[in-house]
């Protein structure tokens, strides 16, 4: 007989070791990633895109909502960073408000039409917004710039009353964005072991059950989505920082499977740090195998396909398992062989 | 008055009448047992009930209040709990969680965002009250989906209970148990029995019999017969049927 593991006291942390690690090793990123080979604005792109690969996995891993148009909020976080700064002022904290609030709104509109559906429904009715998104986005040149971009994004000053910082450098912007990504992640942690989310697990489990429980299922979904949108549309803001521009091709159709892709690969159905593995190896592979060859897709599309059919719980799925088998053969102990011989069912 | 008035439930599906009219008060703490064949319209009765289905006509009244056409979490929230035929539990939580789920303090604080679900010890011990209740205290941090066939139709119901429903529905409760599951079962209900209003679709007739303080039987999308079990056994339809054999 398995037994889940137990409630870990990590869920009851605001921040838990695997995070320090995690941004300890961050922070020395600018160090030494030009000596790899690589360049300090890799760095950036790896953090945006984990935070909105994360925002993604509440509503893919934690809800089991497959959304499949999520540059959409991702994007419009980017158009509302821009407009914000040209239109309504230029402070750096109230545009990536405007970018988390105008996404967040999206979201909820969106929310509105699609949380009663679920499975392929719910996945097609995404994919149908996002397409609208996208298509309002490259039509309307007088507002987004439509396919030139919104162009001449600042990167804002962070001003903290008593000090000000300038982000235009890319090591000063990188650690600007890791602060925000963890900040993110605490928040992100917390709700996903908070009862709310907790609810929302039990949702993606059972609609039935939860509603039968008393459960709205309906104002749970809208709810969760709104907030992934919301923090995608963040990141997006930040990755409008990074590009000094905003651009629509993020919303479109197939940029939108990249995020899900990242989180499928790197294993958001069982992980909580699954999408940020999946944003790591997306990225290093675009650029170490895209160096070598112009069909790097080619080949990261394989890898997708081998862990779909091989490995369905992703990369985190695969090394936690493998933790897994090694921590339960040293417990048993003296019963290792029996677990060898299949005498007993185990995980 | 009685807690649950059903008068003239009337359901179809398109062109398909699946309950003609469906009368029934029970009153509360009453065991109430509801059988008929397959297809008769036992569970679509259960899903007017407890608000899966809305009723094309009729009403139904909850200790008065009229409750027809709710949606299933306001009318849990009226505290009708209901358990299902074929399983439905949150098969990646441990017993325990499945149990915490239900309960009404931990729905309370449903949009709590900010707090740990886990560090509430209240929820922990609260969920093992109920769990004991159902013989599953030793089990509580098994996954519900690794739990043995009779654990999780025990865990069915502790889920229900979980919610401190005035109304248990139970949906064929010993569906697919063995004899010792079904003995299992025969006692915990007898315990539940007169703390709370129990409506119970069952096939067992030899459970229902000798647990029911009232029986209706339901054959094409109406009532047939109904009375205590000691009535049914006279009744013709019963009779001529092969329903009273057990009694």
Redesign the interface.
Known sequence: ????P??SSD???LVTPAMLVLWLVLATVPLWIARVGLYPYLGIEILIWSLYALAFNLVLGTAGLPSFGHGAYFGIGAYAFGLCQFNVVANLWVCLVAAFAVAGLAGALVALFISHRRGIYYAFMTIAFGQIFWTLAIKSHGITGGEDGLLKIARLPADFGVARFDLSDNVAFYYFVLVLFALAVVAMW??T???????V??IK??E??????????WL?KA?IFTLSAAISGLAGGLFAMAQLAAFPDVMSLHQSGYVVMMTLVGGGLVSFWGPVVGVFVFLIARDVIGALTNAWMLYFGLLFIAIVLFRPEGIAGAVSAAFQKHSLIRRQGNSAMRLLFGGERWR | MALIEAAGIHVRFGDRVVLESIDLAVPEGEFHGLMGPNGAGKTTFFNVLTGRVKPSRGSIRLDGRDVTGLSSHRIAAHGVARSFQIMTLFDEFSARENVTVGLPAFRARGFDMRHAAANDSGFARSAMEILATVGLADKADIRARDLSYGDRRALEIAVALAQGPRVLCLDEPTSGLGSDGVQRLAALVGRLKGKLTIVAIEHDMEFLFALADRISVIHWGQVVARGTPHELQQNEWVKRSNLGRFA
């Open positions: 007989m398995t037994t889940s137990q409630p869920a009851t942390r917390r709700l072991h908070s009862p709310y989310g907790r609810i697990a039990a489990q059972s039935t059950r939860a509603a039968h429980l008393g459960y709205n299922v749970y709810s």
